[in-house]
Nanobody, 124 residues
Framework: QVQLVESGGESVQPGGSLTLSCAAS????????IGWFSQAPGREREGVAS????????IYSNSVRGRFTISRDNAEDTVYLQMNDLKPEDTATYYCALDLSTIATLEDYEFDYWGRGTQVTVSS
């Protein structure tokens, strides 16, 4: 019913930039929140950023605030994560998730659907 497809993951040097995209499709997408989550091997999944399609409100984790920007294209049901000044600790699989709600959050249990992830590697 709801499908999420991430793209844009790549290997990049520290200080570089990358843009991830998440395309959502389904029959009940009038009101939703899209979140980006990261998970490195052996570590727990962490919330990165989220945006409400309805209100445009955004939330960022402390580690990415000022470096990453989340944005939306409502006409295409697509959400982007612009990642600037990338650091080695940003290396992880990044997942797009959708919450059938209107309030942005970084709580992963709130999200109903998940994409398969895209790999971001930051190294010299």
């Amino acid at each position: 019913q709801v499908q999420l497809v991430e793209s844009g993951g790549e290997s990049v040097q520290p200080g570089g930039s990358l843009t991830l995209s998440c395309a959502a499709s389904g029959s009940r997408l009038d009101y939703y929140v899209i979140g980006w989550f990261s998970q490195a091997p052996g570590r727990e999944r962490e919330g990165v950023a989220s945006i409400s399609k309805t209100t445009g409100a955004t939330i960022y984790s402390n580690s990415v605030r000022g470096r990453f920007t989340i944005s939306r294209d409502n006409a295409e049901d697509t959400v982007y994560l612009q990642m600037n000044d990338l650091k080695p600790e940003d290396t992880a699989t990044y997942y797009c998730a959708l919450d059938l709600s209107t309030i942005a959050t970084l709580e992963d249990y709130e999200f109903d659907y998940w994409g398969r992830g895209t790999q971001v590697t930051v190294s010299s």
